[in-house]
């Protein structure tokens, strides 16, 4: 089967796909933030005084997924 023409997905409610610098962004810095999170729970494992700033952490989150 060969489909010619425009694909109208209806129900798509992403980023628009001429906006994919927007997603590779998005997707790196969703990496970053897990990687700080695993990080963060190793270095409390390790140094009994490193403390986990989950208020920073859950900040970031915010930000990064609401504005």
Do not use: Q
């Amino acid at each position: 089967m060969k489909w010619e023409g425009e694909l109208y997905l209806e129900l798509h409610n992403g980023t628009y796909t001429s906006m994919s610098d927007n997603k590779k962004y998005n997707r790196e810095m969703e990496v970053i933030l897990r990687d700080l999170e695993i990080l963060s729970s190793y270095a409390g494992l390790i140094n009994e005084e490193f403390t986990y700033d989950v208020r920073s952490i859950r900040e970031m989150w915010y930000v990064f997924l609401i504005d």
